[in-house]
């Protein structure tokens, strides 16, 4: 489980930061990558990755400013190009599905894969076997949400030593007890497979927000979070232009972290008025209030771990 953040600047695109996109590689999970917002030129991001379009089976788009969603109809129509046959979702706010079947339509572009749209409301959007996405409304000038991604709990690992202190050799019973079966063996004894598995592993939890004032739905979103991606528009000293442009400060980010017992905070959508020395000042600002925070760059790459140390 990876993040890639393939646009982290605010409003147009500059030549440090290109606007907002971030992908959730989920390649060891399920295979595939989720796409958190598609700024212009999200595409050409990408070819200075590893991520591929024909992975990428759900987008989720925050709101529908265009520096979010101008580089999605691009995106769509080069994945058929690309080798991409496989469905594909795009959730988002109402108003997403119009915008995206206009330009495919006045564009005449024809997609060789399944496209399904989902205008969201709150609540969960989507769950499976593996994850749990929810969605909350953010204090933002439109309509726009933030995400938890909640990853269910793992089974444990297999206890080899303990089975091979019952003499079962490996083979078919390991991957059964795995499983969580329970077995029986030619001599009558029935081993019960949670006796054979650690712990369950705790899923991972993370927040990606769309542009918000400070609100209470953010903390709500980040509740626990092992990470949680939040813009930082502005910085410390901005906070009266931040709430008249719908935006938070780096404090602000950093706040909403420390009361939602989030574990590492990634602060993203930087103005392009911040540059050079004034990153690792925006930076301090934050860790002032919440130590564990970076600024994210284009093209930074994240390993979230299995397990992540809580903030002190």
Known sequence: MDFVFLGTGAGVPAKARNVSAIALELLEERGMVWLFDCGEATQHQILKTSVKPRRIEKIFITHLHGDHIFGLPGLLSSRS??????????????????????????????????????EIEEGIIFEDGQFTVSALALDHGILSFGYRIVEKDRPGTLLVDKLRDEGVPPGPIFKA?????????EDGRV???ADYLSEPNKGRILAILGDTRTCEQAILLAKDADYLVHEATFSRDEGEMAFDYFHSTTAQAANTAKLAGARQLILTHISARYMGEDIAELQNE???IFPN???AEDLLQVKIPLYVEKQG
């Open 81 to 118: 190009f690309q080798g991409g046959t496989e469905d594909l979702t795009v959730y988002g706010p109402k108003g997403i599905r119009d915008y995206i079947q206009t330009s495919l339509s006045v564009s005449g572009t024809h997609l060789k894969y399944s496209l399904s749209v989902v």
């Open 293 to 295: 925070t970076v600024i």
């Open 177 to 185: 007890i795995k499983n969580g079966e329970n077995v029986t063996l």
């Open 191 to 193: 081993l019960y497979g």
């Open 286 to 288: 934050a860790c002032e």
